[in-house]
C-alpha cells in the first residue's frame, strides 16, 4: 500500500541521498534501495529527480549527473551537496531556540533525539548557545495531554481518528474521519493536517478546538502524492466559494479577530479594527453580529450589510414588548 510522502520528507532523503551516492559510486541499485529503506522505484524516480537539479545556470555542466541503467549507480557533479553543512551565527542560533521550544512541549516531541541534537548544536555554537537562552518562544495555549498522546499515536501508527470538532466559521460542532499527515504550528497554535473523508479533501483542525479525538484501528489511507499544504502565509485559506466580507470591530469585539480565521486585519484607531475574512454558511455571520449588539459592523459588500442590517431589524421587533394589556410589562 502507497503512503503518503510529502515534499519536505523527500528534500530530506534527497539531500542525504547525494552524498551517501558519492561515496558509494557503482553500488548495485537493490543494495541502495534496502539501505535506503525504499523500493528500486523509488531510487530511480529519486535519481530522475536529481538529473535536472543543480545550481543556478541550469547548463549541463550545472546539474548533477547521475547514472543507473547498468543496475548500478553513478552519481557525480555534485560535490557542493557533498560539503558539510555550515551555519552562520544567525542559523544556529535559530536552530537552538527552535530545539528548545520543541523540547518544552509536552507530548509533541520526541525527548531523546531533541536533546541529543540539541547538545550537539550547543557545543558546535560555542558563544550562539550562550545567546539562545535570553530568547523565550510562547507556544500557548496548552493542549490537553491525552489529547497530543492520542495524535501522536495516531501519527506514529499511521491510523485514522474520529474528531468531535468546532468550526468556528459556522459556529457548529461535526464529527469525522480524518487520516492524519502531520502536526504543524502556525503563529503560534498547533494544528492537525490530514485527509478529511467528510469533505474529501486535505483540511487543518486546529488542536485547541478539537473536542473529542479516538484513534481507530482502521490504517489511515490517504491518496498517494498529496501536494504539501504551503502555510507560510498562515493557515487559513478560505474557499473561492465562500463569501469574503469587511467588518469594522468596535473594541469590545476585538476578539473575533483573534478567534476566527482573518485574511487582514486593519487598525481604525482608538481600539476599532477593520477585519476581511471568509465565512462558509451566511447564517453564522447574522448570529455574530446579533450577539455582539452593535460591536460587529459588516460595511462590505453592501448587499451583504442591507441583510444582516434588515434581518437584525426584524429580530429586534420580534422581540419588542406587546401592546398596552398585551404580555408587555407592567
Not at 25 to 48: K, N
Not at 107 to 131: F, I
Not at 165 to 173: F, G, I, L, P, Q
Not at 215 to 227: G, N
Request: with cysteine; proline share 6%.
Amino acid at each position: 500500500m502507497s503512503t503518503y510522502e510529502s515534499a519536505t520528507s523527500r528534500l530530506g532523503r534527497l539531500l542525504t541521498m547525494v552524498p551517501w551516492l558519492l561515496n558509494r559510486q557503482g553500488i548495485d541499485l537493490a543494495s541502495a534501495a534496502a539501505e535506503l529503506g525504499v523500493s528500486e522505484q523509488q531510487v530511480v524516480d529519486d535519481l530522475q529527480v536529481l538529473f535536472v537539479c543543480g545550481t543556478p545556470g541550469h547548463y549541463p555542466d550545472d546539474l548533477i549527473d547521475a547514472q543507473w541503467e547498468d543496475g548500478r549507480v553513478y552519481v557525480s557533479n555534485a560535490d557542493s551537496i557533498a560539503r558539510p553543512l555550515r551555519l552562520g551565527r544567525d542559523e544556529a542560533l535559530a536552530l537552538i531556540v527552535a530545539l528548545r521550544a520543541l523540547a518544552a512541549t509536552p507530548g509533541l516531541a520526541q525527548s531523546d533525539a531533541v536533546d541529543r541534537a540539541l547538545a550537539k548544536l550547543e557545543q558546535a555554537a560555542g558563544d550562539a548557545a550562550e545567546a539562545a537562552g535570553h530568547v523565550s518562544v510562547d507556544l500557548e495555549p496548552t493542549l490537553p495531554a491525552e489529547l497530543v498522546a492520542a495524535v501522536r499515536e495516531a501519527l506514529t501508527e499511521r491510523r485514522r481518528v474520529h474528531l468531535r470538532y468546532h468550526v468556528a466559521s459556522r459556529d457548529e460542532t461535526t464529527e469525522r474521519d480524518v487520516d492524519p499527515l502531520r502536526v504543524v504550528s502556525v503563529d503560534g497554535r498547533w494544528y492537525l493536517e490530514g485527509w478529511c473523508h467528510r469533505a474529501h479533501g486535505v483540511r487543518l483542525f486546529r488542536l485547541d478546538r478539537v473536542e473529542d479525538l479516538t484513534v481507530l484501528d482502521e490504517p489511515a489511507s490517504p491518496p498517494v502524492d498529496l501536494p504539501e499544504r504551503d502555510l507560510t502565509r498562515g493557515a487559513f485559506l478560505g474557499s473561492p466559494d465562500d463569501l469574503a466580507v469587511t467588518l469594522h470591530l468596535a473594541p469590545g469585539s476585538a476578539w473575533v479577530a483573534e478567534s476566527f480565521p482573518v485574511e487582514s486585519v486593519t487598525e481604525l484607531g482608538e481600539g476599532r479594527l477593520e477585519v476581511r475574512m471568509r465565512v462558509g454558511d451566511p447564517r453564522w455571520l447574522h448570529r455574530l453580529v446579533r450577539r455582539q449588539g452593535g460591536g460587529v459592523r459588516v460595511v462590505a459588500p453592501q448587499e451583504v450589510a442591507t441583510e444582516v442590517a434588515r434581518q437584525a431589524r426584524a429580530a429586534l421587533d420580534a422581540d419588542a414588548p406587546g401592546p398596552a394589556g398585551g404580555a408587555g410589562l407592567d
